[in-house]
């Protein structure tokens, strides 16, 4: 059997987790040993399972880093699934090849964009190399227009990772997510207002 790597991706509250267990218990059906991971620093609902937040869960095993996969993982595994795979670091990408070099159906799920709309780490480049991408929508909480942003209410802390729920994020289209980064980024319509007089007169 060919090895593959499938990504489900999208903001928060899309239904990543819970498309991820869809898809293990659809191989657990099909009787293929399945091992499912996550990383350490998730720990929202429980340390060892894969919980979404329609409170769906599976047994996971957590580890610290890409490498503690490899050293877990079983010859008769035929799925490897991980959630939360935004967190790991490069060596995530290595590790993910080498399980689907040797014939496994690698499925990861994981946000495509952090809370500034940058791809999450590693992100642009898994999906680059993936052999399947599913990149699903959550609700915008302002309009309830699809969403594929991911908003984060306080800028108070602007660390990457904030790992929180539903206190701290938010699910917004493009309409309504106004994340600016830098107030003079040339691309800010208020500054093309102010440099470029005729664009104010047109919009
Ligand atoms: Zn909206």
Known sequence: MNGSIEVICGPMFSG????????????QIARQQVQIFKPKIDNRYHETHVVSHSAQEIPSTPVKDSLEILEKIYDTTRVVAIDEVQFFDASILKVLDKLARRGM??????????????????????????????KIQAICTVCGEPATKTYRKSLENSDQILVGEKDLYEARCRAHYDFVENKDDLLSFNVLKSIRPEYEAKN
């Open 16 to 27: 990543k987790t819970e498309e991820l267990i869809r898809r293990v218990r659809r191989a």
């Open 105 to 134: 159906r690698v499925i990861c799920a994981g946000l495509d964009q952090d809370y500034a709309s940058k791809p999450f780490g590693i992100m642009g480049e898994l999906l680059a190399v993936a052999d399947q991408v599913t």
